[in-house]
């Protein structure tokens, strides 16, 4: 089986390479916080939700719905099943929190509704991560025998 050829494959390829840029751009404005640029900080998370927000929706529900036409997606001695058991309600929680977050503060000039969340954000960042790093590790779980050849 070739990545090219398995329109799975192919899905869940592009959905690691969403996650990654996620990633990047999740640290990216962890460092703009850093030098207290906050409103940038504030845009480019928002830009991290709305990629999220994507790659939940377009990859990782179709996927995650299809999973459970398989039999084995009820073993829970699997340690792919126990990853995927882990990683989705932790990306859920990181999505919702994201989301209410920058819903929250809808893009206001006055940043004092942000400041009260530094806690609640950096719960948030620290959950998202962990859920990404899963998923990064669930494709290679699933497709890293293939990417070996
Ligand atoms: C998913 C969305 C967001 C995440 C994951 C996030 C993450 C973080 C993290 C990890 C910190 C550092 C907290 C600490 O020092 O312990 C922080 C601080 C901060 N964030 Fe966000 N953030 C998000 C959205 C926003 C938005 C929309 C704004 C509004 C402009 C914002 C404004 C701030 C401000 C003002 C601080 C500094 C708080 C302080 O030091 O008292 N953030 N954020």
Known sequence: ???LGDPFALAATASLVIQIIVL???LYGYSLKRRNKFRQHGTTMLAAVVLHA???FAVM???FFSGFSSPEAFDFTSILVI???IHVPLGIIAFVLGLWIVASWHLQTDLKPCFKKKLVMRSTIIIWIIALLL???LY???YGA???G
């Open 146 to 148: 293939v990417l070996l």
């Open 24 to 26: 990047v751009v999740l």
């Open 54 to 56: 994507i790659s939940i």
């Open 83 to 85: 990853t995927a058991l």
């Open 140 to 142: 290679l779980l699933f």
């Open 1 to 3: 089986m070739s990545l």
């Open 61 to 63: 529900v179709p996927s």
């Open 135 to 137: 998923g990064v590790y």
